[in-house]
Every structure is written in C-alpha cells, then in structure tokens.
C-alpha cells in the first residue's frame, strides 16, 4: 500500500455532513421585531421630516431591524452614518456608504440636535 493511501485512513471522517452547521443555525438566537406605539412612529416621522428639511449632513446614529432570512424575527443593529438622501416614496434612507434603512424598520435615532 502506497504512503498516500495509508495516510487516507486517518484523515478524519464525518458521517453528518452538515450536522455541525445544523446545530449552529438551530442554537442562534433572533429577536422579534418591536412594535413601536403610535407616538413613537410620530417621533420617527417629525425627526426625520427635520432631517430631510434641514438636510442635515452630520453624522447620525439609527437603531433599526433587519429580519432573518431563515428565520422568525431578526437582529437589532446600530448604525451611525451621514445621510445622502431620504426617500419619502420608497421609505428608504440612503447614506453616504451606500446603506439603506427603511423607514418601518427604525425604531430609534439618535443625535441631541433631534432632543
């Protein structure tokens, strides 16, 4: 028998492949998405008519939702950007990086200005 296929014995075999990342995916955690009471959206919506108005161009810092593409309910992200335009057809906030945060999906922003 050559080296080669002597060595073949012991290469490590896995009879479930995939198990592992099964596991994984199983055992990860998700959020659901919280809903925000009716003053809280108005809060959302004025701050960020000012934003649009002003055209504010300092940095800003959104907490938003992004669902799971797997599955139920999401992660929750901070995100500190400058924005480059606010979108009031598509709901959708594009920043300078190429973000984009929809509108339904803010549940927080953050700047004192805003206070």
Known sequence: MSLHDRCAQF???SALSGYEEDIFETGRETSKKVELSEEEKDLIRLK????NDTKFK????FVYFIKDSTKDG???KTYTGVIH???SV???IYFNDKTKIK???I???KKEILN
């Open 58 to 61: 300092d940095e800003i810092t």
């Open 107 to 109: 549940i927080e922003i």
């Open 85 to 87: 335009r606010i979108d």
């Open 11 to 13: 290469v490590p075999f």
């Open 90 to 92: 598509e709901r959708t």
């Open 74 to 76: 999401g992660t929750y």
């Open 103 to 105: 509108f339904n999906d």
């Open 48 to 51: 960020l008519n000012y934003l």
